[in-house]
């Protein structure tokens, strides 16, 4: 048996070979051209790094759904399902014609480029100077060009998607899946923007908003290979089913995290999201239970809060439950996402999948 | 013979009976829904008002395919050319085979959504107050809605080209279309933010620069039906060149009524591109020609300019020339456009998109 270590130490390893080939991939696409400002602007935080959780998501829920030994299958060449009957449990969705072949990476760039489009807008709505420790775009360069620049990406990221090779029919249900995930990720946006004005916000909303803004672009990328590869709707609304539970755990787990990280490491101030009354499950749940959740720090400036302060704050709202709430949920929505997979040939890269929810939880930050 | 006066009225009846249409459409295909804020923002502009002149150009060019008699057709259940083989000259593009009928309006209010979202990112970008006779949408609301709203707009235009019904073949190619259009108005943008800080443009770089930001949306509406109702390639390009002529018009004579039109029936002060060292065709030129473009009006501020020193500006770029360069340039841009028109049945909806060409660059504002 493994352990905890070695696991997260495989699952991290995994993740790494993947992002290393979308890495690669991601100058291919979306190579800086004229006018040269504008790609410079609009691959800035793509090139700044990130993990590449959504892409490795994508890749290997292609390689489960194959069959495929991970990383051994060419990610630009990667086989179908079209016409292959059944593999190991999943079959292809209608027998219809398509290509032997399509282009996986494409997808899987598409969907990091609509993170990085979702991205430069938000940091200029929220006016955050810092991403992944650079200047946000909108610093970096000025508003002008960060709106222009995630505009560019937006459309480039349905180009790309159009590029796989896929026979029309699912190439047409790719773009639409794309489309839907971008209208509710903005839906997401408008919502967390008008709950910072309520103090009546329940988990179940505070849930909801959670699903459209962060965890419909983690269900696109688990569903699109199936799409793409032409496995049956069982399949595809498994996969999408689990990307929603996965997406949601780990917004939980990132506002657990904010509260119980030392600042140093997180890279931000700890419990930031408390100083600048950012709703959180937790915070959510606390006010449920009678927590006067407003008060538990009084300054609205970062720079100005004490660890101190923060520390009374925590254990106010561990007291309450509501850390131990927010990590039930997380579990629980993992647990859920998993449950999901039995859809997958018992393979390799359905393994990863599991090991890369349970990772999206148990990471330290 | 008709007098000019009769035709031009004649234009926009025809103009004016689309846009009923595309305005009974709008709320079909973007309803005010949860969250409210959001879709009352990204309808804001779309309900102030536009000639609706790109779903226009769309909806008469796709009359002119199937040779229906102007307005008598359902947009929402269009006849296709799939399997008809040769309507009038217009061949089916390869006997493939579709549905009788698609929702040609569908398309039209997706360009017509495509450009409310510039719009609303354009007014963003330049800090402009006003658009359409109303407060811009980041005036109206704030920046954040807009950001979002123009987002939101963006990702249901793709949804909205999605519901025509076409065979898969057809809508895979109409979103290449879109995105493509997309990503060159980004880029197109961005060069106009460019040229403000150089004084070297040429008019070759301008009508690039123009081509990308204006014409490439009225290229896409003219040969989206073609694409959609299964026209032949060289019926699609021939469209694609007339949208692309007429849209340069369009712009130069923009540029050339901003000049020439009392402000109070331009809706803005008259000259404002100068006195905010825009580029033009009109001062490109005129560089070109030894004018000190940028000492033709001292002030910055378009509420300091005087009639008078418009009137010496614009003496002085009608002395060198360049007004009428531009005019020039604009009547050879729609002849070139009509022409290209030649593949399309002689019917009157191929007129009218005669008219729509000249109306463009005769209108008085």
Redesign the interface.
Known sequence: MTTPEAREEAVLEAVRKRRERVNDAIPEELPIQ??E??YEASRYLLDAGGKRLRPTVLLTAGESLVDAEPLTADYREFPTLYGAGEIDGVSSSDGADGPDAIDLMDAAVSVEVIQSFTLI?DD??DDDDLRRGVPAVHREYD???A??A???L???A??IM?ETGA???R??EA??I??????KI??G???D??FEERTDVTPDEYLEMVEQKTAVLYAASACLPAVLLGADDETIDALYGYGLDIGRAFQIQDDVLDLTVPSEKLGKQRGSDLVENKQTLITVHAREQGVDVESLVDTNDVDAVTEAEIDDAVAELEAAGSIGYANEMARDLVAQGKERLEVLPDNEARELLFDIADYLIERGY
């Open positions: 004229k006018p400002r504008l807008h200029i709505m508003l002008e060009t709106i222009l995630g505009d560019t937006y459309s480039k349905f180009e159009l026979a029309p029919e190439a047409v773009l639409d794309l489309a839907t995930t971008c209208t903005c839906e946006q408008s919502l923007v008008t």
